[in-house]
Structure formats: C-alpha cells, structure tokens
C-alpha cells in the first residue's frame, strides 16, 4: 500500500515557525523548542492527540470496485463509472471508532489511482465523474460531517507523489517518475496545489493531515507549506519523514507496533523511527497497520485475512502501550459498507481492550523520584500502566516498578521510556503495595499515572 521514500532534505526547523505564524521567543514560551530549557515539550494539538491513543484508517479507491488492480497497470485504468457504491453509508462506518474507543479517523480522500472522493474541479477523475448519486455525491463531506457528530475528530489523506490517473509516482513525477515534461508537471502541480485548497479549505479544521510516501519532493514543482500555515495552522502532520513541519512521526513499518524505547522527541527530518533521548523536537510515533493482514483496500476473500483477537492485543501493547498510538485501518466494501467479518472483529478487539483495562484495580500519580501506590489488601496483579505528565516533556530516563510482598519490596518491572504509556506485562504476583523508582531523569518526574490491574479476571 505505501511505498514511502525517506529523503534527508534536511532540517528546516525554521520552517516550522513560519507555517505556525509564531516567532522564536514566543515558541520557546509555549514549550514548542526552547534552548533555554533542554527539556521538549509537546504543542496543545500533540498532547490532545497523544490521548486519543486509537485512530481509524478508512482506505477506499476504485481497487476496491476492481480487484486485483493496481494503480500502476497503466493500461488497464479504469474509467471513474466503475465507483458505484449501492449502500455507502459513512455513519456504518463509525461503528468502527464506537467499538474501539478511537478519537481520530482518517479518511484516504484520493488514494494511489488519483480517484477523488470529493466534488473536485482539479481534474475529470472522481466522485464527479461517476455514476453514484449522479455525480453529486461526496465522501470526504459525509465522512468529516459523520465524524463530528459522533465526537470523532476528522483527518484526511492526499497522496502527493503518486497518481495513477495522471502517471505520477515518486516522488511526485510525471512520465511514471521519470519527469522530463516540465509542462505535464506544471500542470500536476497546480492540480494538487487545487486539490488541498480544496480538502483543507472546504472542510473544516482536521484533527491530522497524511501524506503517504512523504511529503512532495521539491522537484514535483509545488510548496504546501503555505496551504497548511493558511488552512490547517492546528492539524497533526504526518509527513513521512521528510516535512519541516512534521509532528506525528511514522514509526518505520506497517506492523502497528514499535519496538521498545520509542521516545517522542527526535530531530527534524526523524531519520530514527524510535526517536531519541537527545532529540530537540517533539513528534510521538503512530503506528500504523491492516486489519486484513496484508491489505488495505477491501478484495474478495479479505475477511480470511482478519487479524485474530491475539495479533490484535500483541498491537495494542506494541503501539498503545509503547508510547505511539495506534492508527488501524477499515476497508469498505464495493458496497459502502465496512464488512460484518470486519465489525465483529473490531467489536472484540474493543471489547478485550476495555475488559483488561477499562478499570483499574487502583492508581495513584505524583511528583519525584517515588511514587507509592498503597493496597487495601494483598492483591493480584499482572499489568502495570505508567503515564509521564508529558506537557512538561519526557523526563524519566531509567525506572524501576516494585511489588511489596510481605515487608519486601521486590522489582516486578522496569525499563526507560515512559512517555505517554507505558503498558508493563508482568508475572501475576501478590502484592499489598507497588512502587516506580526513578533511576534517572532529567528534570523532576511528573508522574500521571501509576496503575495496576488483574487481567486474568473474567467477567
């Protein structure tokens, strides 16, 4: 599904100043990136994010009414009548967040055929041109207008640097990525330039921005820093590794989950998906995956492919509780509709969420090097949750988490990053009291959260 291209175009950390109108002395008042003060601290926007903790990908292209095609079977492009949805019906869709929990949605408003969801005038390719509700009908506006109702902040996808209707591939080139038409891509290049006037400007405020594959190389003949400073001053930007004003950072796979330490700050461009200690710009990870295993838009016989309920827990510990957050895909059907295989699995997957987590056995938070979370009684726990108050920035550095057996105190857990989550597996155990340590730290640690749970209770 993506091909992304990691270009080191290097680090225009000025840039993002500029996109959000704010001068020097006032981004370091805010937290944004200041010199004076070591510790990075995330924007508002970022920390509402990073509580979202779950989002929802929709991937929706004519793939999906032409099975077994892909936008670069050039020859074989189909014409824009073959999307004819008989029951697209975007509030089914939002069965998916419900079930999940998901804050955040992202709709794919034109995907690797260059195919617009959306009443667009930047070229014959699109929801316009089609047969469905006779040519007036629009996706992204039902998609944003379904999410808002049902308190889902909206996101969209454009993908800049392949069109498969116009022989674009990467890295935003005419001619199947081999260029040589400065005409072909002037005119490319004012037909993108159109299409994110029209997706920023006509929707709405988004929650996040995606460009697949990167943001568009310099050479593809346009500049979107401007539009997003204008029309999405507020939106997360999930730029691929390669945008001056990226602030969600792509985790470096499509597994939906990271290894561990997966630290929120890195360097602008973010070379290292797992981020790093001495990163001066704050950016958290999202992890993105299928839930068809392997694919992303809908195909016959896709319902086989479901991730199981084990796969999708392993994810949740690998991204949720791994300091990312989780951005997981729906794929509709020719349809309309997200397939019942589909739903039913989204409803578990939800539902063991809730029941391992949903409450606590008990939780504490506070300041320091120790945090004390007291027992009524000797309890059994096997999970343990940490949360860093992270407006003030990542401090903790090394930790320790305790169990109190008796009068002993014993280490159950452990390790460096925090951030956001941090979700602990650990041997069931009985314990009256459980402790986090701080070993190392820059900064006085702001705990949010010190919880523990028994997960092997059913309800």
């Known amino acids: ?33 200041s010199t004076s003060n070591p510790i990075p ?50 509030g089914q869709w939002m069965e998916v967040p419900k079930a999940l929990g998901a804050k955040y949605a992202i709709l794919t408003a034109t995907h690797g055929s260059g195919f617009m969801l959306w009443q667009s005038d930047a070229y014959a390719y699109g929801v316009r041109q089609s047969p469905w509700r006779g040519g007036k009908g ?7 207008e379904s999410c808002r109702k049902n308190k889902i902040s909206p996101g969209l996808y454009c993908h800049m640097r392949v069109n ?4 674009v591939d990467h890295p935003g080139i005419v001619n199947r990525g081999k260029g040589g038409d400065p005409a072909l891509q002037a005119k490319y290049a004012k037909a993108k330039i159109q299409q994110v006037e ?19 190389d310099p050479k593809a003949g346009f500049d979107l820093l401007p539009y997003l400073k204008k029309l999405q001053p507020k939106a997360m930007v999930m730029g691929g590794g390669n945008c001056p004003v990226e602030t969600v950072r792509w985790i470096g796979g ?17 070379d290292d998906s797992l981020g790093s200690t001495s990163g001066k710009d704050w950016c958290p990870g999202e992890a993105d995956v299928d839930l068809l295993g392997g694919t992303w838009l809908w195909q016959p016989g896709s319902d086989a492919k479901l991730h199981t309920l084990d796969d ?5 510990y690998g991204s949720v509780g791994n300091n990312c957050n989780l951005l997981i895909n729906a794929a509709p059907g020719p349809d309309g509709l997200i397939p019942a295989a589909q739903l039913q699995r989204f409803r578990e997957f939800g539902k063991e969420i809730q029941r391992r987590f949903g409450r606590s056995v008990a939780e504490s938070a506070g300041e320091g090097d120790v945090v004390d979370l007291r027992l009524n009684r000797s309890t059994k726990i096997d999970h343990v949750t940490l949360m860093e108050n992270i407006s003030e920035g990542e401090r903790v550095r090394e930790y320790l988490i305790e169990g109190k057996v008796g009068q002993e105190w014993r280490r159950i857990g452990g390790g460096t990053c925090i951030g956001h989550k941090r979700i602990e597996r650990i041997h069931p155990i009985e314990v009256t009291a459980v402790r986090i340590r701080v070993i190392s730290s820059i900064g006085k640690p702001l705990i949010r959260k010190l919880a523990v749970y028994d997960t092997t209770v059913q309800p």
């Open 312 to 316: 999708l827990m392993d994810i949740y």
């Open 254 to 270: 499509e597994s939906g989950k990271t290894k561990y330490p997966c630290w929120a700050t890195g360097n602008n461009p973010f």
């Open 198 to 216: 029209e997706l920023w400007g006509n929707y709405g405020p988004l929650a996040e921005i995606w460009f697949d594959g990167g943001f568009a």
């Open 1 to 33: 599904m993506k091909n992304r291209n990691f270009r080191n175009l290097g680090s225009i950390f000025i840039a993002s100043f500029l996109l959000h109108g704010i001068s020097m002395p006032a981004a370091e008042a805010n937290g944004a990136r």
């Open 164 to 167: 498969g209707w116009w022989q």
């Open 138 to 144: 629009d996706v992204v506006r039902d998609f944003v």
């Open 41 to 90: 601290r995330p924007t508002a926007e970022q920390v509402k994010w990073q509580d979202y903790e779950i989002g929802v990908f929709y991937h929706y292209d004519v793939n999906s009414f032409k099975p077994g095609w892909n936008h670069r079977m050039y020859e074989n492009f189909p014409g824009p009548e073959i999307f004819n949805p008989t029951n697209l019906d975007v």
